[in-house]
């Protein structure tokens, strides 16, 4: 009728729509033969690059591309470009990946390249790309790969590990679902609280950002991000080197610990002597579960010690078996890796008070009752 729009059936538009990709995928598969082609005959000039990235404004995932690229960039530095000149052709190369990462923010092909570009650049600016991911991270807080290449960027420039802490507190603060700023803290924490032990910190900065993810899985409980940190908090403790348990059958001595050590660092006395031992194991230097032949004393005592464990064994008359269970014995008296002080297991309690409370308003939070 006069007057009104013609509306377009959906067998129509699915018509159109259908010629379009068979038109889009004719130009890719004519694109990519012409430069496969030039690229057998040794061709490395602006043309494959024009034709490259023209492919890549479209799909940045076609790794193939961006190696030709490197490939041609690579040859055309052979020609001792001058440190401007060289930077100025990297630059186009950001503005490339830049262009690609709007049509695809978790492009690995483009990411890659802008990092490879970066490490070619004579004088790269750094504030530059430190700005980018904060665009790029207010777009998506949680893209990993802006998180990672983020990473890279403020060690390039020499951003202070405290100054990264802080952003990731900022991101946090601005959605406590952010897995990526969680991880990123779990990876800063340990460098500026280090502890006792790799990978670990200190115990007064554990109570501190338990208080810290406490509020968050309580804000969302059915977000896994803060529960996952919650875990690492608690998980991080690295194993020392205790006895499971020591064992005497009939002659024959097994030692059991919770890390492989060397047998040299294992000493054994008979009624507290100190004799010489062969221990042997699965591996010829280090072993968890370690074996040697005695001639026991008929009474008396048995000392075998690693480190600062020991353990004795009191050896009786007419008794052919003894066991004696170390400090790495685990039981339900015994279940943490390494036991907390007196001021980490009361924040500890308090841990589970507040899990507890959690689950009568949420008594079906998968995991809160995982972390209970």
């Not at 492919?55 to 470009?81: A, C, G, H, M, Y």
């Amino acid at each position: 009728m006069h007057g009104r729009v013609k509306v377009k059936t959906t067998e129509q538009q699915e018509k159109e729509r259908k010629i379009e990709r068979t038109a889009k995928l004719k130009a890719y598969r004519q694109a990519m033969s012409t430069i496969l082609s030039r690229r057998d005959e040794g061709h490395k000039d602006a043309t494959q690059l024009k034709a490259t990235a023209q492919v890549l404004q479209s799909n940045p995932d076609i790794t193939t591309l961006w190696n030709i690229r490197k490939e041609v960039l690579l040859d055309i530095f052979k020609s001792d470009e001058s440190a401007s000149e060289k930077d100025t052709i990297l630059a186009k190369e950001l503005e490339l990946t830049q262009s690609c990462l709007m049509v695809n923010p978790k492009s690995y092909g483009a990411w890659y390249h802008r990092t490879w570009s970066l490490q070619q650049m004579v004088n790269p600016n750094w504030n530059k790309e430190l700005a980018l991911c904060d665009r790029y991270l207010k777009l998506d807080e949680r893209n990993f790969h802006c998180w990672d290449y983020r990473k890279w960027v403020a060690s390039q420039a020499k951003v202070s590990c405290q100054n990264e802490l802080e952003f990731t507190m900022e991101k946090i603060g601005e959605n406590f679902s952010n897995y990526s700023a969680w991880h990123y803290r779990s990876k800063l924490l340990p460098i500026l609280y280090p502890g006792h032990s790799a990978q670990t910190i200190q115990e007064d900065k554990v109570h501190s950002e338990l208080d810290l993810v406490q509020n968050a899985a309580f804000t969302d409980p059915e977000d896994s991000s803060a529960w996952f940190y919650h875990t690492w908090l608690l998980g991080k403790e690295e194993e020392r080197v205790k006895i499971v348990f020591c064992a005497l059958q009939s002659d024959t001595l097994t030692l059991s610990l919770t890390k492989p050590v060397q047998n040299s660092q294992i000493v054994l006395k008979l009624n507290g002597e100190a004799k010489e031992s062969v221990w042997t194991g699965e591996d010829d230097r280090f072993n968890s579960l370690w074996v040697t032949q005695i001639s026991p004393p008929s009474d008396g005592k048995i000392e075998v010690s690693v480190e600062d464990q020991e353990v004795t064994l009191s050896l009786e008359k007419d008794k052919e078996e003894s066991l004696v269970k170390g400090d790495g014995w685990k039981s339900l008296t015994n279940r943490f890796v390494n036991p907390p002080n007196h001021k980490t297991e009361e924040v500890l309690k308090q841990a589970l008070e507040n899990c507890s409370q959690l689950l009568e308003l949420e008594p079906d939070s998968k995991w809160t009752l995982y972390t209970k």
